[in-house]
């Protein structure tokens, strides 16, 4: 069966969707558990004087625990296909199916052990502050954090499995990537773990923390700590915190995430494609070197027009909102 | 292993871990304050969003590696990989921003901005360091993940064809020895940065001359371990 | 329970203070780790289970360093030193590897401490540097040491567990079973949390070390349980299926007990743990 260049692009845009899916759960799982930037203000709340019932999830940076999810969900998934695979010859993806989701059920497991000891260990760090550890709050944020980052974990081990495979599942094994399922799942675990980090928490971080502050403003240096500790109906937890999110802060994001895959992916198949690369596969020539080219361009085009979106965007806002008014 | 290509392999790795240190200095970090509009800038740490821009550059590198051994187009794709990356993230920040804090992107460091001219200081939240990602700093973002980018998957190169490393040990080498001099340029960055127009900036020959003589060091570890090898990867 | 503010203080001998102590100090720790890491890293012909032992002092040792120099605030948070250590032992791990054949006997493989002993000194000549006044200043005490200890205690890291998973120190074997496998992207993230989370998921002012250590244990355990499991898939070890089998039930053995151990030091040692309730109002 030779190369079929649909195939290939299908793939590409599957691809694309997944990022999308794990990447808004991504933001949702961090907001779940207080994880990554909004942490420092709820380490600083008991601090200041603020006991609140939020969930300290400092599992490190969101890149380096999305890394370690994604990791050890790629190799246990990719143990199991080792064995599963030459049960089932000439029909792979049947080891695929069972394989994925144990990985992954792996590693929200771990990602559950790493939630309680981050929580309680800081906790019982705060012990002068007065800031007590809440039985309920532990066990009821547990849950909805592992099936946000089953979601996430799922969603990047598919991508490693479809990047790992692309080649075999669209007839030419040698466009399979050359880095192995576990490495992809590290590689994309840490970059949607940094988007995560970088465009997600601004939503969570701004506005539902400091609720009762103004609009339209940064946060002063004098609010820090101070953090919204009631929600609409009672105490605050976590849980309140992450629906809000997912109207605009975790969609927002994983369209980032998306864009990035499916730029990143769609300009080396467009290379591959117009410098007539595809079908035939002949490497190491100068038509191959022509689809690295035509990709470097498209990806100098795409940045230039994000510069120039960026440069109109940033007028349009200045014009719109004016200077600061407050005091 | 001739000389000339154990040459080459510390001179290339030389250069991408100055080039990491580099690209770290112009990416504008933010920190935590940054998702508070405290500060301007991505919010997230140097080292994370370096590595999550390197990394997704390093994975173009490596499927460009696959068919094309020209040293040049393998780096490129990289470095524009990261750039994609960088860019797109700046880009829907600031729309988050906007949207969602109603906060207008601008620079704490300066009055004026120094691309396009327009004022800065009167959009500023009192007892704010800036917010958002104003043009300026977005340039500055685009540079500094293009150097990242290049560094990382110049090493990826040097690492896989010129030391002889099978995909798996070359990527994974390549990281480790990024991240090492990504983290060494964090320590000389301390918390927030802007980009090249950032005061900060000024101490980058600091952070340079610790690169240099890490990579250096680890640029003679690989050749050593590729000579003893002879290519047996 | 090292500090304690006056209130508390009146009300803690009222709550069940956790005795339990590591019984050795920072300076013996990494001496004692060290060395006994060192031994078993070279003679791989031990049991996996061994070498796991091996593994979670080593990341004792690692973790020890992070907790005396992140204690003073880096700038970037915990996690960096801890990627920094692991990124460094790669590249001793890669030297080390190299350089195995030479004054081979039988199992026992002493070169590769060459690759430990040269990350040591890339890890004090980074640590000079960092902490160099006139370079990057960070004025951290004994900065340089525990870069150098990193180095050394990373590479010890990554070369037990490809010890583990491929049973040689053979740097072909390695790199079928470890590299091209994408194993080491799992290994590097693990040892990466073994060493830094410990110290990250403790930190606050009233951190106390014994319980932080526990952490690392516990991480020490899921690593084993992980890379039992790899090595009882590929099915490289000497001793057959028995090897990773034990590694995976003194894995669990080792976890059990650590994370109930932390998880009740913590409920003791906090300010008070209660099963539901409001907070404290001020104004």
New interface residues.
Partial sequence: MGLIVVLLFAWMLVIAFLAFIACTFEDLESDMGSQSNPNSQVQLAAQVGQINRFFNKAISGEPLSNALYCATAGTVAWLLLLKLEPLVPGEEWKAAVLAIPVGVLAAAMVNMIFSVTSHCGRTAAMKRFEQPIYLDVLYGHLLPIATHAFMTTFCITCIAYIQSNLGTLSGNPSLNHPFALPLLGFIWGITVGSIGSSTGDVHYGTEREFQDRPFGEGKRVVYHGKITRYADCGVRTQRDIAGFCAKFGGPVTGMTFGLIILFENWRSMVGMQLSGFLPALPVFTSTADMAAVIGIVMGLLIVAALAVGNLVFVRWVRKKCGPFVGV | MEPVLMILIVVLVVIGGLLASLGAHLLPVG??P?????ATG????????M???T??G???A?????????LA??A??GA??A???I???????????????????ISGRVDVDPI?K?PQA???????D??G???VV??SG?MGGFIGGLGGALMYYALLNYAGF????A???A???F??NA??A??????TIEGFHDPKFKRLP??L??SL??SL??GI??V???T??GG?? | MTVTPAVVEEEAPTKKGLNFTFPLEETEMGIVAGIIAAVITIYTGFPAVIKGVGLILAFLWGMDSVHKTSKYGLGTGVPSIGVLAIGYGVIGTVMGLALAEYGRIGQLYPAVLVGVLVMGVIGLVSGTMSNHEKLIAMKIPHLERAMMELGMAGTLIILLECSIVTGSLNFGAVVTNVMNTGLIALMFIFSCFAILHPYNACLGPDERRERTRMVAVEIGGLVCVLLGLALVVLGTSPYGILDGVSLIVFGVAVWVVFFRMFIKACMDEAYSTVGTGLIKTIE
């Fill in positions: 920190g935590a940054a998702a508070m509009g405290t991505i919010a997230t740490g140097t080292v994370q969003i590595l999550g821009a990394m997704t390093l994975f173009t490596a499927s460009v590696a696959t068919f094309s051994d020209s187009l393998v490129l794709s524009v990989g750039t994609v990356m860019s797109v993230v700046m880009f829907m920040a600031n729309i988050l921003y906007v949207f969602g804090c109603g906060v207008v992107p396009t327009e009167p959009y500023k939240t009192p007892q704010t800036g917010h990602v104003p043009n977005f340039v685009m099978s995909a798996g040990t990527a994974i080498g990281l480790s020895i991240v090492a983290i060494i964090a320590y000389n960055i301390r918390g600091f952070a001359a610790t003589a890490v060091l680890c570890v690989v050593i371990a590729a003893v090898l047996a990867m």
